[in-house]
Nanobody, 122 residues
Framework: QVQLVESGGGLVQAGGSLRLSCAASGRTFSSYVMGWFRQAPGKEREFLAAISWSGSSTYYADSVKGRFTISRDNAKNTVYLQMSSLKPEDTAVYYC???????????????WGQGTQVTVSS
């Protein structure tokens, strides 16, 4: 069982940056692939990025490649999403998630956080 709590959301101007954090409970955090998703009002949830258990491999959606960076600190049980060059269309609730035993490119996750709101003003 893994519990996830996101933080770091807020209001930012277009072109700005923001770093989201996701703190995980449980001793086996380092065993999980971690991912970030987002959901804008009226839209389906969208995959953004994933990182392997060791942090050595990452995978990004084309929509955020080059602007967002996922990283993790297993000693702190935390995964991050550094977002730069933000656009109004990045406005959404951002979720972190954890999965075990599937490929890095799988969109199927087992545990989810409650989400944090990111609003990008134009």
């Amino acid at each position: 069982q893994v519990q996830l709590v996101e933080s770091g959301g807020g209001l930012v101007q277009a072109g700005g940056s923001l770093r989201l954090s996701c703190a995980a409970s449980g001793r086996t955090f380092s065993s999980y692939v971690m991912g970030w998703f987002r959901q804008a009002p009226g839209k389906e949830r969208e995959f953004l990025a994933a990182i392997s258990w060791s942090g050595s491999s990452t995978y990004y959606a084309d929509s955020v490649k080059g602007r967002f960076t996922i990283s993790r600190d297993n000693a702190k049980n935390t995964v991050y999403l550094q977002m730069s060059s933000l656009k109004p269309e990045d406005t959404a609730v951002y979720y972190c998630a954890a999965q075990w035993g599937r490929a890095l490119r799988s969109y199927e996750y087992d545990y989810w956080g409650q989400g944090t709101q990111v609003t990008v003003s134009s």
